[in-house]
């Protein structure tokens, strides 16, 4: 977790290299010393809000630009960390690995099935693909009036807007991956 002054220092140092401005120029437009903006952008200053506010002006951003927490260029994401929707009396274990959150057309789920249980899934938005992969078990997939088994280490794609079905046929638990494309 980062603190609010590497937020800060992070975001100005970004928005003062895209705006193409040294040090002296940046303190020039906004009335900040070159020595306290070198010290605020290190994380080592703990500036004040009207210090940040003349920065902003200065660099003509909106003060949230200084403050808004980055996003990182990855993410980890635990299973032991997250709550999984359930479904068959929690036979079904469903853990949204990536939600579809930031509109990228795409989540990511991983899947848990206890031997004979089932799902019977309502169709997803108009166009989505269901991609899944499963990697221990026996899975039988019903859609469209058709069955499919897919079996430890094979994959399945199909439309996933009209009633589909999960089936743990087998003795053991079943382990999915599966990926939701909305076109």
Not at 33 to 50: F, H, W
Not at 101 to 119: I, M, Q, T
Not at 121 to 150: A, M, N, W
């Amino acid at each position: 977790m980062y603190t609010m002054n590497q937020i800060v220092a992070c975001n100005i140092k970004l928005l003062r290299e895209k705006n193409k401005l040294s040090m002296d120029e940046l303190s020039k437009l906004s009335g900040v010393s070159k020595s306290m903006l070198a010290q605020i952008e290190r994380g080592d200053g703990n500036p004040t809000v009207s210090t940040l506010w003349k920065i902003a002006n200065g660099m003509k951003v909106p003060f949230d630009a200084l403050t808004v927490r980055p996003k990182s260029p990855y993410e980890i994401v635990k299973l032991s960390e997250i709550q999984p929707l359930m479904e068959d009396e929690g036979k079904v274990k469903n853990y949204s690995i990536f939600p579809d959150d930031e509109n990228r057309r795409f989540a990511v789920y991983f899947l848990e099935l206890d031997p004979g249980s089932y799902w019977k899934s309502e169709p997803h938005l108009r166009g989505t693909i269901e991609f899944i992969t499963v990697f221990c078990g026996r899975l039988e997939i019903q859609f469209d009036d058709k069955s499919f088994i897919v079996a430890e280490n094979e994959s399945i794609r199909f439309k996933g807007d009209t009633i589909h079905s999960y089936h743990n046929i087998g003795s053991e638990v079943i382990s999915l991956h599966m990926i939701l494309y909305n076109s």
